[in-house]
Structures are given as structure tokens and as C-alpha cells.
């Protein structure tokens, strides 16, 4: 195993971290390596916004409810952006180019654009000793998370990451079985996956009970119940749509 991949098997969310800040040399590093991600058609239709004001973190903690949104080394931002395309001068902006830009692939692109740009930037974090912990919870008021960054139209607002010094190191939460993830040649009918998920159930179960922190007694497929019994972010489309993004 090389070190890069032992850095991505060793990942883990960090909620706590120390009160020290990243350096402008950390910062342009992970942002760096987030661009050097891959991009459709090298179109690059995503931004990435840098919070280090204390206020604005404060209005971001309002939205998102949990305290590493403002205790944390650097917050970044992640946006899916078709605003910069449609702003280019010199290219003629007839009705389909704009239909093109409004489109749900193009949405579905902004959005694997910054996921991977993302991803990237949190391998590069790690590797520099640091901890991440994505913040999908700023989408709980997607309005408010837009207003407070000032966001254009054709630009959503998709998720943060908080990146510090680990403050505390957490277990390695355990995933499904590959089994039940990686499917060869044509998708595995559900009934040859149910006993991979039902083992894990018995290994998220333990690890529950027995982690450093947060206990509790609970399979996966009751969380995932829990979850998805009531309507969450219901708001996210209507908003999207309201963007000028995902309407065709």
C-alpha cells in the first residue's frame, strides 16, 4: 500500500479541531490540488469560495446548526457555476446556448465537477497532516446559505468543508462490503446483495455500541429508515429551478 492510498483508507470526519488556522500556503495547496481534479470538457463549471470571517462563519453556523462550520482551521465552499459560462464575451449567447447552460446535464455537471474538485481537495488536506468534515447541512436553508455568500444567478450553493488540526481522532466508521457495492458487468439483483447488508448491520451495530463517542444502539438500515421517513431539504429544487439551473 503506498501512501496516498493509506491516506485515503485512513479518512475519517473530523468534528473538533484545534484553534489554529491554516496558512495562506496550506489554503492555495488544497485549493491547488482540488483544480488539478478532473473537469468535463475541461469546462470547469464549479467555484470554490474561502470563509475565514468570523461573521460570515456565524451566519453559516445559523444555517448549518453544528459548530465546526466556525471552529475550524479554513471553511470552504463549493458551488456548482454555470455563471461563469454565461458570461463569456465573444461567443455568440443565442437561445440554445442559454437552454444548454439551463439544462439538467449541465446542473449534473457543476455538481460532479465540485464533488470531484472537492474530493481531491480533501485528499490533499489529509495528506498535509489535516482533517476535513464535509458540511451538507448548509443546504438546511439553501436561501440563506446563497444570500450570505452573495451568489449570482446560475450559481448553487452545494456543500462546505471544514479543514483544521484535528482537535480529537475519531474511529474509522466502517463501510458496506465491497460485495454489495461493486457490481460487475450488470447491476447484482437485491436479493443477492441482502446478506452483504445484513452483516454489515451487525458491524455498524457494533461499532455504534462501541466507538470513543456518541454511542448508541442502531443498525444501519434503522438509520437509514430514520432518515428517509421524513421529507428533508424539500426546498433544493424549487430553488435550483429558481437559479436558472437543472430546468430542461
Not at 67 to 96: M, P, S, W
Not at 192 to 212: A, G, P, V, W
Request: proline share 4%; hydrophobic share 35%.
Amino acid at each position: 500500500m503506498n501512501q496516498i492510498i493509506e491516506t485515503i483508507m485512513n479518512h475519517r470526519s473530523i468534528r473538533k479541531f484545534a484553534d489554529k488556522p491554516l496558512n495562506n500556503v496550506q489554503i492555495k495547496t488544497i485549493v491547488e490540488s482540488a483544480q488539478r481534479a478532473s473537469s468535463s470538457s475541461n469546462v470547469m463549471a464549479y467555484s470554490i469560495i474561502g470563509v475565514s470571517d468570523s461573521a460570515i462563519k456565524e451566519q453559516l453556523y445559523a444555517v448549518s446548526g453544528h459548530a465546526h462550520v466556525k471552529n475550524n482551521g479554513h471553511l470552504l465552499i463549493f458551488c456548482a457555476d454555470l455563471h461563469r459560462i454565461e458570461q463569456l464575451e465573444g461567443i455568440e449567447h443565442t437561445e440554445t446556448f442559454q437552454t444548454n447552460i439551463e439544462s439538467t446535464e449541465q446542473f449534473i455537471v457543476g455538481t460532479i465537477d465540485a464533488a470531484l474538485a472537492a474530493q481531491t481537495a480533501a485528499i490533499a488536506a489529509e495528506s498535509l497532516g489535516l482533517g476535513i468534515c464535509y458540511l451538507g447541512s448548509l443546504r438546511n436553508d439553501i436561501q440563506a446559505f446563497n444570500d450570505i455568500l452573495k451568489l449570482p444567478n446560475h450559481v448553487v450553493p452545494l456543500f462546505g468543508m471544514a479543514i483544521g488540526y484535528p482537535k480529537e481522532i475519531p474511529d474509522i466508521k466502517p463501510r458496506l462490503p465491497l460485495a454489495a457495492i461493486y457490481h460487475e458487468n450488470q447491476y447484482i439483483p437485491f436479493e443477492k446483495q441482502k446478506h452483504f447488508i445484513q452483516e454489515y448491520d451487525l458491524t455498524m451495530k457494533d461499532y455504534y455500541e462501541s466507538r470513543n463517542s456518541n454511542n448508541k444502539q442502531e443498525t444501519w438500515t434503522e438509520q437509514i429508515g430514520q432518515k428517509y421517513e421524513k421529507p428533508t431539504r424539500m426546498d433544493v429544487g424549487p430553488f435550483v429551478k429558481a437559479k436558472n439551473l437543472n430546468k430542461h
